[in-house]
């Protein structure tokens, strides 16, 4: 038998309890959201056994009952009622409440709808005889609802012997992953909004548009963040991680700190030949091989702790719909030509080429491995049949020219429109120097019409009747994918990609993918006349180098995504170390010794010190407890100094220089280090009164600090921020307060206030385990996935 699960879903949680009870020797595997396991359903389904028969069980209450009966127990009348009953009545709410506590962050209505279930509950179990496992999910609820609780002890007392029962936490640890609620919002954001907690709930697809907190907000800021959509078959290497999903995610969990009503969405972009040919090299199909990959990406980027309000993928049904819709409305509006074109085919392969598989010499700076649609170098965008010595990159032979007739988007006709509306974006908006600088290129050489169409068969199908063997080229079709993404999230996706006077768009991406942003996307939006949304800031990295050379699959040069949680070291340090050397303003270099050197000096000898130092003193010298302060001018001057040090990240932050603004969170632990240096607290606590009164502002002081630190550095290093907060047992309200506005550092760590306990937050990294990483990943390694 084997067992399918997936982490953070709730069904699962009860099945993975009972097979421990049980002892039922039986598989687990672990599978995202979107694994269809069940193959006769039409929708992904989870949890599900397979039996030994080959037939499937895909309800949490029938796979437990079948557990329980193969290892002799036998389900009573009794136990199938109150599993009705569960099914029927108490799971529903039960959603309904995880849906409102994860997703709309109203915890404190749930005991509108779990009012009534409980109440019926409470009353039975007073009786006695209830079977447990009906409820394995439940007690982690209530930790956080008291309230709904107190008022039903027998629930209350059920709860805590359940709690108590290894099997139920064991299973918990391994769903949630010791992150409560929270561990759920993953699952819970790709389910359908609960329409009720009455009457018969199926289990939800995983593949409907939710209503969750994607509506517009009035009296705020809406900010869309899209981040550049990865090619599927490509595993991301350190460089795509920090140019395009980890810059936006620092700069999205900021944004949810500052109060604004924020949209994060991102996906794999998953048409096109480089997924035909994988699919042949694996004897798959290109769906198939999208699925693999896709599930390859989420992975990486949940370990990265990218926090995507949705992560989806342009192999979509809206996809198909929101393209063509697009492409009709160019073509009714008179912004499409057809022309006959001259394309590379290679006779080797039998395929019209695409054009990143063929490379040649680029016509116009020499550069000899640019590709077929533009040059690495020199940036500039070519026609693949332009290329000198061109070659086919699949078997290495030389293609010839053949003819084909295809669809162009008449950018020249579209040029005025597009130039007026840059001339408003980049003045108003804020677009990296380098965005600005390429798209002005583009401008000024002049804009030509651009083909949408190609001969291949994995793509959006291009409507049109003359033109029906093709599909849409890529670079017309994947930017649309933030549309579709967002429509499989959300049904109100319109209300964001039609509404350029409320919502901004911020686009992060590196640099090679600006003029598809700044030029082609938005032409196309503004040809079809029908009220988009376009970017308003355009947020471009230039390119991390790996020591002194490029990344390269091929040959085992640099760490890719896939690589770095087998190092040993956490992902905050990855994201903080690829944070400090963000190449916002040229491009700059990932060095192992350098890491090193920013891990020990920075990380722990600077900031992780001063936090530890603070808290230490507080547990050290004052029983646990912040002390009374008496700020002297010597405090008033260090507050003025940290309060002026915040105003500047947030000021960065705000204009999205994220390198920059991380700096001034070093600063601040830099000055409270010498701030305990010169007032040496632990020699004052040993003095008279006056000393002791001098150490106790002091600790108190520091460890408020401690406190603003852990806020600042959520949005670089989540992790670690929460363990901050978690050792400095600090309340919620720091985190709401501190960003506001131009900055308030605010005493969030009153006199009394106790702290929980205190210990180191960062690890040294040794010479000897950075020398063998270095050598490691230096060069022939051997690879299973494409290296595109």
Same mark, same amino acid.
């Given at each position: 038998?084997?067992?399918?699960?997936?982490?953070?879903?709730?069904?699962?949680?009860?099945?993975?309890?009972?097979?421990?009870?049980?002892?039922?020797?039986?598989?687990?595997?672990?599978?995202?959201?979107?694994?269809?396991?069940?193959?006769?359903?039409?929708?992904?389904?989870?949890?599900?056994?397979?039996?030994?028969?080959?037939?499937?069980?895909?309800?949490?209450?029938?796979?437990?009952?079948?557990?329980?009966?193969?290892?002799?127990?036998?389900?009573?009348?009794?136990?199938?009622?109150?599993?009705?009953?569960?099914?029927?009545?108490?799971?529903?709410?039960?959603?309904?409440?995880?849906?409102?506590?994860?997703?709309?962050?109203?915890?404190?209505?749930?005991?509108?709808?779990?009012?009534?279930?409980?109440?019926?509950?409470?009353?039975?179990?007073?009786?006695?005889?209830?079977?447990?496992?009906?409820?394995?999910?439940?007690?982690?609820?209530?930790?956080?609802?008291?309230?709904?609780?107190?008022?039903?002890?027998?629930?209350?007392?059920?709860?805590?012997?359940?709690?108590?029962?290894?099997?139920?936490?064991?299973?918990?640890?391994?769903?949630?992953?010791?992150?409560?609620?929270?561990?759920?919002?993953?699952?819970?954001?790709?389910?359908?909004?609960?329409?009720?907690?009455?009457?018969?709930?199926?289990?939800?697809?995983?593949?409907?548009?939710?209503?969750?907190?994607?509506?517009?907000?009035?009296?705020?800021?809406?900010?869309?963040?899209?981040?550049?959509?990865?090619?599927?078959?490509?595993?991301?290497?350190?460089?795509?991680?920090?140019?395009?999903?980890?810059?936006?995610?620092?700069?999205?969990?900021?944004?949810?700190?500052?109060?604004?009503?924020?949209?994060?969405?991102?996906?794999?972009?998953?048409?096109?030949?480089?997924?035909?040919?994988?699919?042949?090299?694996?004897?798959?199909?290109?769906?198939?091989?999208?699925?693999?990959?896709?599930?390859?990406?989420?992975?990486?980027?949940?370990?990265?702790?990218?926090?995507?309000?949705?992560?989806?993928?342009?192999?979509?049904?809206?996809?198909?719909?929101?393209?063509?819709?697009?492409?009709?409305?160019?073509?009714?509006?008179?912004?499409?030509?057809?022309?006959?074109?001259?394309?590379?085919?290679?006779?080797?392969?039998?395929?019209?080429?695409?054009?990143?598989?063929?490379?040649?010499?680029?016509?116009?700076?020499?550069?000899?491995?640019?590709?077929?649609?533009?040059?690495?170098?020199?940036?500039?965008?070519?026609?693949?049949?332009?290329?000198?010595?061109?070659?086919?990159?699949?078997?290495?032979?030389?293609?010839?020219?053949?003819?084909?007739?295809?669809?162009?988007?008449?950018?020249?006709?579209?040029?005025?429109?597009?130039?007026?509306?840059?001339?408003?974006?980049?003045?108003?908006?804020?677009?990296?120097?380098?965005?600005?600088?390429?798209?002005?290129?583009?401008?000024?050489?002049?804009?030509?019409?651009?083909?949408?169409?190609?001969?291949?068969?994995?793509?959006?199908?291009?409507?049109?009747?003359?033109?029906?063997?093709?599909?849409?080229?890529?670079?017309?079709?994947?930017?649309?994918?933030?549309?579709?993404?967002?429509?499989?999230?959300?049904?109100?996706?319109?209300?964001?990609?039609?509404?350029?006077?409320? +919502?901004?768009?911020?686009?992060? #991406? !590196? &640099? %090679?993918?600006?003029?598809?942003?700044? $030029?082609?996307?938005?032409?196309? =939006?503004?040809?079809?006349?029908?009220?988009?949304?376009?970017?308003?800031?355009?947020?471009?990295?230039?390119?991390?180098?790996?020591?002194?050379?490029?990344?390269?699959?091929?040959?085992? +040069?640099?760490?890719?995504?896939? #690589? !770095? &949680? %087998?190092?040993?070291?956490?992902?905050? $340090?990855?994201?903080?170390?690829? =944070?400090?050397?963000?190449?916002?303003?040229?491009?700059?270099?990932?060095?192992?010794?350098?890491?090193?050197?920013?891990?020990?000096?920075?990380?722990?000898?600077?900031?992780?010190?001063?936090?530890?130092?603070?808290?230490?003193?507080?547990?050290?010298?004052?029983?646990?407890?912040?002390?009374?302060?008496?700020?002297?001018?010597?405090?008033?001057?260090?507050?003025?100094?940290?309060?002026?040090?915040?105003?500047?990240?947030?000021?960065?932050?705000?204009?999205?220089?994220?390198?920059?603004?991380?700096?001034?969170?070093?600063?601040?632990?830099?000055?409270?280090?010498?701030?305990?240096?010169?007032?040496?607290?632990?020699?004052?606590?040993?003095?008279?009164?006056?000393?002791?009164?001098?150490?106790?502002?002091?600790?108190?002081?520091?460890?408020?600090?401690?406190?603003?630190?852990?806020?600042?550095?959520?949005?670089?290093?989540?992790?670690?921020?929460?363990?901050?907060?978690?050792?400095?047992?600090?309340?919620?309200?720091?985190?709401?307060?501190?960003?506001?506005?131009?900055?308030?550092?605010?005493?969030?760590?009153?006199?009394?206030?106790?702290?929980?306990?205190?210990?180191?937050?960062?690890?040294?990294?040794?010479?000897?385990?950075?020398?063998?990483?270095?050598?490691?990943?230096?060069?022939?390694?051997?690879?299973?996935?494409?290296?595109?």
């Amino acid at each position: 038998m084997e067992l399918f699960v997936s982490e953070g879903n709730p069904h699962c949680l009860k099945v993975l309890a009972a097979l421990e009870v049980t002892g039922v020797q039986c598989s687990v595997q672990y599978v995202n959201h979107e694994e269809r396991v069940v193959p006769f359903l039409s929708r992904p389904t989870l949890p599900a056994l397979l039996l030994p028969t080959g037939l499937h069980l895909f309800s949490s209450n029938a796979i437990c009952r079948y557990l329980f009966e193969v290892s002799g127990q036998e389900c009573s009348e009794f136990c199938n009622q109150w599993l009705e009953w569960e099914a029927t009545d108490l799971q529903p709410a039960l959603l309904q409440a995880l849906y409102m506590a994860v997703l709309q962050g109203k915890g404190s209505e749930v005991s509108t709808v779990l009012q009534g279930p409980l109440k019926f509950l409470d009353q039975s179990l007073s009786k006695g005889g209830m079977p447990y496992l009906t409820g394995v999910q439940y007690p982690h609820v209530q930790q956080f609802y008291l309230s709904v609780f107190s008022e039903h002890k027998s629930v209350n007392g059920w709860f805590d012997r359940v709690a108590s029962i290894h099997s139920c936490l064991s299973a918990a640890q391994k769903v949630l992953q010791g992150k409560g609620l929270q561990g759920m919002k993953s699952y819970m954001q790709r389910q359908p909004a609960p329409q009720s907690s009455q009457g018969r709930n199926t289990q939800p697809c995983n593949c409907n548009p939710i209503e969750v907190s994607a509506r517009l907000s009035e009296g705020k800021r809406n900010i869309l963040v899209t981040s550049a959509l990865p090619y599927v078959n490509n595993v991301p290497h350190l460089g795509n991680i920090i140019g395009c999903v980890l810059s936006a995610d620092v700069f999205s969990r900021y944004g949810r700190l500052r109060g604004w009503n924020l949209l994060f969405v991102c996906g794999t972009d998953e048409y096109g030949t480089a997924t035909e040919n994988k699919a042949r090299e694996e004897g798959l199909t290109p769906q198939l091989i999208c699925d693999k990959y896709h599930a390859v990406h989420s992975s990486i980027y949940k370990w990265f702790q990218i926090d995507f309000d949705f992560f989806g993928r342009t192999t979509t049904e809206k996809q198909t719909e929101i393209a063509q819709d697009i492409f009709w409305r160019l073509h009714k509006n008179g912004f499409l030509v057809e022309d006959t074109v001259e394309q590379l085919r290679c006779e080797q392969c039998q395929r019209f080429l695409a054009d990143r598989f063929v490379e040649g010499i680029c016509p116009h700076c020499k550069y000899p491995e640019a590709r077929g649609d533009q040059c690495d170098k020199c940036g500039r965008l070519i026609n693949a049949v332009e290329l000198r010595e061109p070659q086919c990159k699949v078997c290495r032979q030389t293609p010839v020219i053949r003819s084909s007739k295809h669809l162009f988007l008449d950018l020249p006709k579209l040029e005025t429109q597009l130039e007026q509306w840059l001339e408003k974006s980049t003045s108003t908006g804020d677009w990296t120097t380098n965005a600005k600088q390429i798209t002005r290129s583009w401008l000024r050489d002049g804009l030509k019409p651009r083909c949408i169409t190609r001969d291949l068969l994995w793509g959006t199908p291009v409507p049109h009747p003359d033109f029906k063997e093709k599909v849409f080229y890529v670079w017309f079709d994947a930017p649309i994918g933030y549309l579709s993404i967002t429509a499989n999230y959300t049904d109100e996706w319109e209300k964001w990609w039609k509404n350029p006077h409320q +919502v901004e768009l911020y686009n992060f #991406m !590196a &640099k %090679d993918n600006v003029p598809f942003h700044s $030029v082609v996307f938005p032409c196309s =939006l503004l040809g079809a006349q029908d009220n988009y949304t376009l970017v308003s800031h355009l947020v471009a990295t230039e390119y991390l180098n790996y020591e002194d050379t490029k990344f390269s699959k091929s040959r085992g +040069v640099g760490v890719f995504g896939d #690589m !770095a &949680k %087998d190092t040993g070291i956490p992902a905050d $340090v990855w994201r903080f170390y690829l =944070l400090y050397v963000r190449p916002e303003g040229q491009d700059s270099a990932f060095s192992w010794a350098d890491m090193a050197l920013k891990n020990n000096s920075e990380l722990l000898n600077n900031l992780g010190n001063f936090i530890n130092r603070a808290g230490m003193f507080v547990t050290k010298f004052f029983e646990g407890c912040v002390p009374v302060m008496e700020l002297q001018q010597e405090d008033k001057k260090l507050l003025a100094l940290v309060g002026w040090e915040l105003q500047q990240y947030i000021q960065l932050m705000d204009k999205v220089k994220i390198r920059d603004a991380l700096k001034h969170i070093l600063n601040i632990s830099r000055h409270g280090n010498q701030y305990i240096q010169v007032n040496e607290p632990w020699k004052n606590i040993k003095g008279g009164d006056t000393e002791r009164q001098r150490a106790g502002t002091v600790t108190g002081v520091s460890v408020n600090i401690a406190c603003l630190l852990s806020v600042m550095l959520m949005p670089y290093m989540p992790e670690v921020s929460q363990t901050i907060r978690n050792q400095l047992n600090a309340p919620q309200s720091c985190v709401s307060t501190m960003l506001q506005g131009n900055g308030t550092f605010v005493c969030s760590l009153c006199a009394g206030h106790r702290i929980g306990t205190v210990s180191p937050l960062f690890q040294k990294l040794e010479a000897d385990q950075i020398e063998a990483l270095k050598k490691r990943f230096g060069g022939q390694q051997v690879f299973d996935v494409y290296d595109a």
